[in-house]
Nanobody, 124 residues
Framework: QVQLVESGGGLVQAGGSLRLSCAAS????????MGWFRQAPGKEREFVVA????????YYADSVKGRFTISRDNAKNTVYLQMNSLKPEDTAVYYC?????????????????WGQGTQVTVSS
């Protein structure tokens, strides 16, 4: 079992930055692809970004390319999402997820473990 806990969300003005963290316990994350997804009110959960288990590949939704960066620190068993140039449409609950030996899928069902989410609110 892997337990994932997100942190770092909050309220920020448009154009600002936030860094989300996803800390894991139970097992090392080094064998897991990690993804970030988000869900805005009234909308389905959507893919944001993913990194393969090896860390060699990353995938970004078009809406966040050039603004968001995913990284992982296997020594700390933590994955990060740096979000810059935030827009009001980035407002959502952000979830991290883990996929054993995954390549960085954009498909929710590929992920085995999920965190509880952290709220990000971007004001205009």
């Amino acid at each position: 079992q892997v337990q994932l806990v997100e942190s770092g969300g909050g309220l920020v003005q448009a154009g600002g930055s936030l860094r989300l963290s996803c800390a894991a316990s139970g097992r090392t994350l080094s064998s897991y692809a990690m993804g970030w997804f988000r869900q805005a009110p009234g909308k389905e959960r959507e893919f944001v970004v993913a990194i393969s288990w090896s860390g060699r590949s990353t995938y970004y939704a078009d809406s966040v390319k050039g603004r968001f960066t995913i990284s992982r620190d296997n020594a700390k068993n933590t994955v990060y999402l740096q979000m810059n140039s935030l827009k009001p449409e980035d407002t959502a609950v952000y979830y991290c997820a883990a996929d054993l030996y995954g390549l960085g899928s954009q498909v929710l069902n590929e992920y085995d473990y999920w965190g509880q989410g952290t709220q990000v609110t971007v004001s205009s």
